[in-house]
């Protein structure tokens, strides 16, 4: 078994990927305490509004005019995968469905066909900082099921297997087969992920100071794994 491991140090803007990974996002926003509309209590002077993504004052508003996030927008063919550690996001899109979610919540969305849908982040404390802590990743669906009826799953923060390997370790598996690890409930039946020949895994490892930890070697058995691992202090 091949395997292809690459390393890259977390920004703010999209990560290097390798197909059929599309796209990889880290959102870190430590917006301001919210208004009575969930919006910025605080200045927006330095922000450049419907397209800010300059981290003016350690937080954008991205394509949001009152409240961030990204309005109505389209996706077609792929899905996204957003792990929402910290912070909420509003989901509306254009199947008639609607909610929150955060604390730990993960949202699979299966565009297919075509879906609309606004991702917008609530700042919903008014009396300090909301901070938004956000992973993204798009999957590139497979032929077969590109025009598959859009759907989405959520797997609230409580279904999700978390563990402790070693000492000052901390693992949430969201995708896939781990090392043991309690599988975490199955992936939208039209994903890329769906199928055992992808191999596909998505965890997050937190590791206390000084802690070490050394990954074990997959067991898939796919002729070639490329593994991405993205690293933030």
């Known amino acids: 078994m091949k395997a292809v491991v690459s390393v890259e140090r977390l920004g703010q803007g999209p990560m290097p990927t390798d197909s059929p990974f599309l796209f990889a996002v880290h959102h870190l926003d430590t917006y301001p305490a919210g208004d009575a509309k969930m919006a910025p209590a605080a200045s927006l002077r330095g922000h450049n509004m419907g397209a800010d993504f300059g981290h003016a004052d ?71 900082p909301n901070v938004l802590d956000l992973f993204q990743i798009w999957l590139n669906l497979p032929k ?7 759907t989405f ?36 039946a039209h994903s890329y992920a769906a199928g055992p020949e992808s191999a596909v895994v998505v965890l997050t490892v937190d590791l206390a100071p000084g802690t070490s930890w050394s990954l074990p070697a997959a067991a898939a058995a796919a002729a070639s794994l490329h593994r991405s691992l993205y690293l933030h202090a």
């Open 153 to 188: 799953k959520m797997m609230w923060a409580e279904t999700i297997p978390r563990a402790s390997p070693a000492a000052g370790v901390q693992l949430a598996l969201y995708v896939g087969a781990f090392a043991g690890v309690e599988p975490p409930p199955a992936p939208p």
């Open 144 to 150: 077969k099921n590109k025009m598959a009826p859009p």
């Open 58 to 128: 350690g937080w954008s508003m991205y394509h949001g005019e009152e409240v961030p996030g990204f309005p109505k927008h389209p996706h077609r063919g792929f899905e996204t995968v957003t792990i929402a550690r910290r912070g909420y996001v509003d989901h509306t899109d254009s199947l008639g469905n609607g909610g929150r979610f955060g604390g730990g919540d993960l949202q699979w969305m299966t565009a297919g066909a075509g879906i609309s849908h606004a991702e917008m982040f609530p700042l919903l404390d008014q009396a300090k």
